[in-house]
Nanobody, 123 residues
Framework: QVQLVESGGGLVQAGGSLRLSCAASGSILSINAMSWFRQAPGNQRELVAGTTSGGATNYADSVKGRFTISRDNAKNTVTLQMSTLKPEDTAVYYC?????????????????WGQGTQVTVSS
């Protein structure tokens, strides 16, 4: 079984910083993509930042210049360094990974989600 475990969420004042971490564990052959999504109450879930296995990164326009995503393939972890936080960044942040794994006699790619971690930015 594969699990994504997140940490680092919390309450911070506007202008402050937080670092989110996500670790994938279990039966893993390789990880194709790891990303961070977020969802605020009343809003749709949106991509915040993503990485590919080749090292390419992508950011939502609203976080460019403030957030940095990084990935450690050896540890199967992804982090999101968030700086200059704004109240509109308040949301539940979810770790996502597309993982290749062996299932009995086959090898499949499956989508996995973390449980979500709350980030609250006060003004």
């Amino acid at each position: 079984q594969v699990q994504l475990v997140e940490s680092g969420g919390g309450l911070v004042q506007a202008g402050g910083s937080l670092r989110l971490s996500c670790a994938a564990s279990g039966s893993i052959l390789s990880i194709n993509a790891m990303s961070w999504f977020r969802q605020a109450p009343g809003n749709q879930r949106e991509l915040v930042a993503g990485t590919t296995s080749g090292g390419a990164t992508n950011y939502a326009d609203s976080v460019k210049g403030r957030f940095t995503i990084s990935r450690d393939n050896a540890k199967n972890t992804v982090t999101l360094q968030m700086s200059t936080l704004k109240p509109e960044d308040t949301a539940v942040y979810y770790c996502y990974a597309q993982i290749r794994r062996r299932k009995l006699l086959s090898i499949e790619s499956q989508d996995y989600w973390g449980q979500g971690t709350q980030v609250t930015v006060s003004s």
